[in-house]
């Protein structure tokens, strides 16, 4: 059963994500939220698996919250899927740097939200749509020049290359059938990467990968 907290403002957004996730066999509303705060002490009351964190909110926002959940090693488990209004958000990008594991326009369909609060369960594949790709591509463009990170010379030579995959949005079957491995395989280097590098999800892993030069925006079409 997936745990899920949902946060946001207003009261019938809540109402109606709650009825669409407990329609579902495998899910379970556990809390609501309606400010960053209090997801913040329903994280720790509840300690569900997935939260759906509105960006924008009175007092603390979901930006701060996310960072304040990210950094906390008690909720390490507790992945946070932001809800933005807009495709281009400019808030994004900082929520991904600030520890979220990926985000959602609210405008979804029902089966988008469902997908992406199992993928986002797992810790897999939260990159994939390809409209989160350019959103990490436009805004880590704007990122300052790219600064060296040591956490990189620990990584082999086959697992830069699927970092820079992983860092591209590919899946784990797409990262296997473009090196020509098996599925299991390219799983346990992703895996690896993120253990060597601390990151807490493959969104950590795509930031750094922007941020320390080792890949561009656009880089895989080039």
Same mark, same amino acid.
């Given at each position: ?17 709650r009825?669409?996730?407990?329609? *579902? ?41 996310? =960072?304040?959940?990210?950094?906390? *090693? ?15 958000d ?15 326009v ?52 086959? *697992? ?24 299991s ?14 990151? =807490? ?22």
């Amino acid at each position: 059963m997936i745990r899920v907290l949902v946060a946001d403002d207003q009261r019938l957004v809540r109402a109606g994500f709650r009825s669409i996730l407990e329609d *579902e066999d495998d899910i379970e509303v556990v809390a609501e939220a309606g400010d960053g705060k209090a997801a913040v002490r329903a994280c720790h009351e509840f300690r569900p698996d997935v939260v759906l964190m509105d960006i924008r909110m009175p007092g603390m926002d979901g930006l701060e919250a996310s =960072r304040a959940i990210a950094g906390d *090693e008690r909720l390490e488990s507790v992945k946070v899927v932001i809800l933005t209004t807009f495709d281009l958000d400019h808030y994004v990008y900082g929520a991904l740097r600030a520890g979220a594991t990926g985000f959602l326009v609210k405008d979804t369909e029902p089966a988008e939200l469902l997908h992406a609060v199992r993928v986002a369960a797992r810790g897999d594949a939260l990159i994939s749509p390809s409209i989160t790709r350019r959103l990490i591509a436009e805004f880590a463009s704007r990122v300052k020049g790219p600064e060296p990170d040591p956490r990189l010379d620990v990584l082999t030579d086959r *697992e830069r290359e699927v970092m820079r995959l992983v860092a591209a949005g590919l899946t784990n079957d797409e990262i296997a059938a473009r090196l020509v491995l098996s599925q299991s395989t390219a799983k346990t280097h992703v895996s690896r990467i993120m253990s060597k590098l601390g990151a =807490r999800d493959r969104s950590q892993v795509v930031v750094l990968a922007y941020e320390s030069g080792m890949v561009s925006p656009g880089w895989l079409t080039e």
